[in-house]
């Protein structure tokens, strides 16, 4: 009898809380017919908070209204969700994620890929159409390639929105992740992923937000960034195995004069140019490392970081040199247009097998090595690492005294 009555109280309380719904969250003339055809994204938008006081025209529109003007549909981009998160785009757009088309698009790597692979999102797109603010920035292009690409869904996936989602660090496994940049794999197999995972309540552990998105600050950005590089460095060995480095990235021409690709790089936000704004970033950083370690313990991490950063590179701009001298011989042949020096930027689109083998130096190899002393995980940064480099180095070595003794026979 009581469990009856508790029943139908429950009842009551559910149907008096439905009748107190905002207007807004059932019932749209859009929702109704949606719910026919896609359910369950009506469904997840109605897990979301702002299904409490919105409805699906306030981010698509209201042009299109049946079944043959889909495509009259409004795609939302970051203007849109600026317009009642301002802050929070704001942070966004100051930060290096806003940068990742513009990385893509301005290297011509990317003009010879397939379209799907890139504007379509099945390749680089996929991860990169990130940073377009204005609907005709998308619309310009053939729309069909430049849907789903909405920046804000990328950690808050439509249509729930959330922002519990967002804080778990999972939310950044989809592109954090594999062969050049496995900050997944290297994070949740160190101490302080298995610290978190372990037991997500305590929170003894930090999560990558812990330390890239301090108090949900928006803009992310660090100071050796993905190219692994201190240009501020006052260390004239750093120095000089660099300038190799941006050699190959085709930024300091053979005399080491900077390239009209600086103007790239700085557009893109790809490396700190000077020691304040370096400096800064370190210590948003380490900042946070001090709310659970020594000072001294953590410095002394970085710093050992900071000088395995400078053998890895040494290594990298030894093989780089190698394979600059086989151009500059005629041994390896030099296309139109291009330097002497290897084109790190050119990915795995090179012909050559010593090409090649470079090519993974850089962005296998090199990447874990030094991602992974920064993210403390000693097995990535020795055996898929360091270890892998010299390895690299000892077949680029070899395939050099092979094509030079080649080249000499036939040159007989
Ligand atoms: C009579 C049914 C109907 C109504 C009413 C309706 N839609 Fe749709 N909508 C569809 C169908 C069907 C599609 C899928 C078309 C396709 O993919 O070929 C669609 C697609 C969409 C898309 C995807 C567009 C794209 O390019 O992928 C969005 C966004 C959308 N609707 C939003 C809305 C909004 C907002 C409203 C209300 C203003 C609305 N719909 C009203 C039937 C409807
Ligand atoms: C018309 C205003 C409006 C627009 C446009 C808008 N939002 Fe919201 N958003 C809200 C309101 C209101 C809330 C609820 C705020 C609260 O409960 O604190 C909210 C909450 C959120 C939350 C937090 C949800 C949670 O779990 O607590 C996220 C994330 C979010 N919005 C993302 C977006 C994104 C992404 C876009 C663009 C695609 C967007 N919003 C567009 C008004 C808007
Ligand atoms: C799985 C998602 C994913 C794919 C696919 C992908 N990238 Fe990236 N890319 C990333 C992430 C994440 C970063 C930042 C990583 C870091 O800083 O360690 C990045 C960084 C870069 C950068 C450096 C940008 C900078 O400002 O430092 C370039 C250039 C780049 N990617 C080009 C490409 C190209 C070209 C392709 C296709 C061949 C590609 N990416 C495919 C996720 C991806
Ligand atoms: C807070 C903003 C927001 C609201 C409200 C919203 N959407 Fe969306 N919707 C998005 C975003 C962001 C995308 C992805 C756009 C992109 O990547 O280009 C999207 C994409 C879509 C798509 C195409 C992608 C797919 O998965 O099929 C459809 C269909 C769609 N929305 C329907 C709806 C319907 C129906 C509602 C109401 C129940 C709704 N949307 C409410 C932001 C919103
Ligand atoms: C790289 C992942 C990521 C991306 C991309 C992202 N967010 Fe968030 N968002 C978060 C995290 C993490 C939180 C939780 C912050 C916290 O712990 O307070 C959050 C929280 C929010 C909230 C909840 C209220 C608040 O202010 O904390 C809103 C609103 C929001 N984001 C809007 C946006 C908008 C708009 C965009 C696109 C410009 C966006 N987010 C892109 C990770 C992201
Ligand atoms: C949609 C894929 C995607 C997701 C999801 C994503 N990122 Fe990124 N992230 C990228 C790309 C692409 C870049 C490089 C952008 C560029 O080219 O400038 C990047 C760059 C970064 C950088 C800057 C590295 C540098 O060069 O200084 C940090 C830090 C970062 N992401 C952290 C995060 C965190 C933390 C999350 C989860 C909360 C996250 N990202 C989620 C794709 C993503
Ligand atoms: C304990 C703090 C901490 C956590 C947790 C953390 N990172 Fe990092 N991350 C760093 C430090 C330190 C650097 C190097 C920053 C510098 O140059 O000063 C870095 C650098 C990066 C970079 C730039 C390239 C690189 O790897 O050196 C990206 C991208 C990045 N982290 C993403 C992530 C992602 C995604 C996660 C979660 C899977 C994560 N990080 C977890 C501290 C952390
Ligand atoms: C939220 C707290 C938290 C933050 C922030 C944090 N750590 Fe940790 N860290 C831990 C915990 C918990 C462990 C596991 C302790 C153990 O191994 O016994 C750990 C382990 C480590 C370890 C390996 C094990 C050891 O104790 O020797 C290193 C190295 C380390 N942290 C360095 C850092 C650095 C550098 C930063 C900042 C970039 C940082 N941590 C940020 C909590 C944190």
Redesign the pocket.
């Known amino acids: 009898m009581r469990r009856h009555w508790t029943g139908v109280i429950v009842l009551v309380a559910v149907v008096a809380l439905v009748s107190t719904l905002p207007a807004g969250a059932v019932g749209s003339r859009c929702e109704e017919c949606h719910a026919r055809i896609t359910p369950l994204l009506v469904r997840d938008f109605n897990r979301g908070k702002m299904a409490e006081t919105m409805t699906c025209a306030d981010c698509h529109g209201e042009e299109h209204t049946g079944v043959d003007d889909a495509d009259r549909a409004t795609l939302p981009t970051i203007a849109t969700c600026r317009q009642c998160h301002e802050d929070r785009a704001e942070q966004y757009l100051k930060g290096k994620h806003a940068r990742g088309f513009l990385a893509i698009e301005a290297l011509p790597f990317t003009h010879g890929q397939p379209d799907p692979y890139v504007a379509g999102q099945k390749g680089c797109g996929g991860c990169h159409t990130l940073g377009l603010v204005d609907q005709k920035a998308r619309e310009s292009e053939s729309r069909k390639y430049y849907r789903y690409g909405m920046d804000c869904q990328n950690c808050h996936t439509r249509h729930a929105f959330s922002m519990r989602e967002a804080r778990e660090p999972e939310a950044c496994q989809t592109c954090h992740m594999g062969f050049d940049h496995p900050q997944w794999e290297m994070w949740s197999s160190s101490?302080?992923g298995v610290?978190y995972l372990m037991d997500r309540k305590a929170?003894?552990?930090?999560r990558c937000q812990?330390?890239h998105m301090p108090a949900g600050d928006h803009r992310v950005r660090t100071a050796v960034g993905f190219l692994g590089l201190d240009l501020t460095t006052q260390d004239p060995e750093m120095q000089k195995y660099q300038a190799s480095i941006l050699k190959g990235l085709g930024v300091l021409d053979e005399k080491g004069e900077f390239t009209p690709l600086l103007d790239v790089v700085k557009a893109g936000d790809m490396v700190r140019l000077d020691r304040a704004d370096f400096d800064a970033e370190r210590r948003r950083?380490?900042d946070?490392?001090k709310?659970?370690?020594g000072a001294s313990?953590?410095e002394a991490?970085?710093k050992n970081a900071d000088l395995m950063l400078k053998e890895i590179n040494k290594l990298f701009a030894e093989a780089i040199e190698i394979v600059a001298g086989l151009r500059r011989d005629g041994i390896i042949e030099v296309k139109e247009g291009e330097g002497v020096y290897p084109q790190l930027l050119q990915f795995y689109e090179v012909d050559t097998h010593i090409e090649q083998i470079l090519y993974e130096m850089f962005m296998d190899h090199r990447m874990k090595a030094f991602q992974a002393t920064y993210h403390?995980n000693p097995d990535y940064a020795t055996w898929y690492g360091y270890a892998k480099m010299k390895k690299d180095l000892a077949e680029i070595k070899e395939l050099d005294r092979e094509m030079r003794a080649a080249h000499a026979a036939a040159a007989k």
Do not use: L, S
């Open positions: 101490k302080h610290a929170h003894r552990g930090p812990d330390c950083i380490t946070r490392c709310e659970c370690h313990f953590v991490n970085i403390m």
